[in-house]
């Protein structure tokens, strides 16, 4: 996921949505490192996803942030090594798409979280029994929302709507793969 966002995205200046998203508005409104501001807002969700979820998914995730974390920032410190995509956004929307629902994916399907995202995915899919790729599309569409307020011309929203349908689809994928899990509420009594 790391390396479709420096690679891919950031340079086509296209948006994923979700906590990388909202990083990427951090990094265009004043330059903030995107590495940072992801394990920022990761570790804010992880708190709430610990408060409604399950203590056992906790230690899993904050490795799985860390270790995203760190190869992110040695990504985005090497700088893009693919030719930029710049110039064709609709195939940088279809790769990119493709590598982070795959990335994402996978990671959920061995019982991890990637980011803080899937935290508040898994909280909808409990709480408002959604499907994961519906809880993902809704978070990816405000985000872009606020990528469109903020930087991002209207076309290339549509072009990030692209990704977003399409990795989302594919994390759907690999959901009907997953074994039903019972996430219980920690309790403070």
Do not use: W
Not at 16 to 25: D, P, Q, R, T
Request: aromatic share 12%; proline share 5%; hydrophobic share 50%.
């Amino acid at each position: 996921m790391a390396f479709a966002m420096v690679n891919i995205h950031i340079p086509a200046r296209i948006s994923e949505g979700g906590v990388m998203g909202l990083a990427l508005v951090f990094y265009q409104l004043n330059g903030f490192n995107p590495a940072t501001v992801n394990l920022v807002l990761d570790l804010s969700l992880y708190f709430i996803g610990f408060l409604c979820l399950s203590r056992a998914f906790l230690p899993r995730a904050i490795l799985t942030t860390v270790s995203y974390s760190i190869i992110y920032s040695l990504c985005y410190k090497l700088g893009p090594i693919l030719p930029s995509l710049q110039d064709a956004p609709l195939f940088a929307a279809i790769i990119g798409g493709i590598l982070v629902g795959l990335g994402c994916g996978l990671v959920v399907s061995r019982g991890c979280v990637a980011g803080g995202e899937d935290c508040l995915a898994l909280i909808n899919v409990k709480y408002n029994h959604l499907s994961l790729s519906m809880a993902y599309f809704i978070s990816d569409f405000i985000v872009l929302a606020l990528s469109f307020v903020v930087y991002m011309p209207f076309t290339n929203v549509l072009i990030s709507l692209v990704t977003t349908f399409i990795s989302s689809f594919i994390i759907g994928q690999f959901e009907l793969k997953l074994p039903q899990t019972n996430f219980k509420p920690v309790s403070f009594s």
